[in-house]
């Protein structure tokens, strides 16, 4: 008789969820689920039976796989799992930083930033960007940015990444513009007569920035405060770079492109 909740069949066993994840990969026979968690046929069939009686998995001719009930639970628990690991590594920048820069839907996805590092910069480089960022800058084939404060690399760093016809979009708050404009007249004028330089101005951006080339996503947050302090929040997984160019077109869509006068 069923007496677990579902909850309780997810969480509080470790050996069931690797279970469960790895037939979120499709069909395993018992053979194949041994040998992934190197496991014994008796105790794996405990939670096996668990699982089966909680109708997560099923069984046909010696063939395990997800229920439709059991692959929509898991895909839901391996993002909760996923969000936990990002949150779990720097728990005090995520507690400090403002999270309602993101859209609700995307936040849910956080996940999918997956591996990250966070960065800070020396004394000597306290205005500069983390190395790692730099480095990637120098290869990128793709940049688009959010921002609404304004950094020195818009017209150094990007301006020679511009020059290689390298795809390129900014989203910035009219603030940011105008600075560019009115201290940077070259600059600005530079970015605005290339075909591929493409510049979108947004009347609210409440993170500091986000830069996202076909390599890397780097993330820069307020504080709860609205303090900013220099840093960047690091990832190189496919999913993050994904990840940021939904949340660049999230803020496209509350953009206008910007036009010289």
Request: some cysteine; glycine content about 4%; charged content about 25%.
């Amino acid at each position: 008789m069923k007496d677990e909740s579902i909850s309780d069949v997810l969480f509080f066993s470790e050996k069931r969820r690797q279970i469960l994840l790895y037939l979120l990969e499709g069909p395993k026979t018992i053979d194949d689920i041994k040998s992934y968690l190197n496991s014994k046929s008796s105790p794996l069939m405990v939670q096996i039976r668990i699982l089966t009686r909680n109708f997560l998995i099923q069984e046909k001719n010696g063939v395990f796989s997800l229920t439709p009930l059991g692959e929509y639970t898991v895909r839901e628990m391996r993002d909760i799992l996923d969000m936990f690991a990002v949150f779990d590594k720097n728990p005090e920048y995520w507690g400090e930083v403002e999270l309602t820069a993101f859209p609700a839907y995307l936040l849910s996805r956080i996940g999918e930033l997956g591996e990250v590092e966070l960065c800070y910069p020396s004394k000597a480089h306290i205005f500069d960007r983390a190395r790692p960022v730099e480095k990637s800058l120098k290869s990128a084939e793709s940049l688009i940015e959010i921002s609404s404060i304004f950094r020195q690399e818009y017209v150094t760093d990007y301006a020679e990444i511009a020059e290689r016809n390298v795809s390129v979009a900014f989203i910035f708050t009219q603030e940011v513009i105008d600075r560019l404009e009115k201290d940077f007249p070259e600059s600005y004028h530079n970015y605005m007569k290339r075909e591929n330089v493409r510049i979108f101005v947004c009347p609210e951006i409440k993170l500091a920035s986000c830069m996202v080339t076909d390599k890397i996503i780097s993330l820069s947050l307020f504080t709860k405060k609205g303090n900013f302090y220099n840093h960047d929040l690091i990832s190189y997984n496919n999913s993050a770079v994904l990840w940021g160019t939904d949340l660049f077109h999230h803020f496209r869509s509350l953009s206008m492109i910007h036009n010289l006068q």
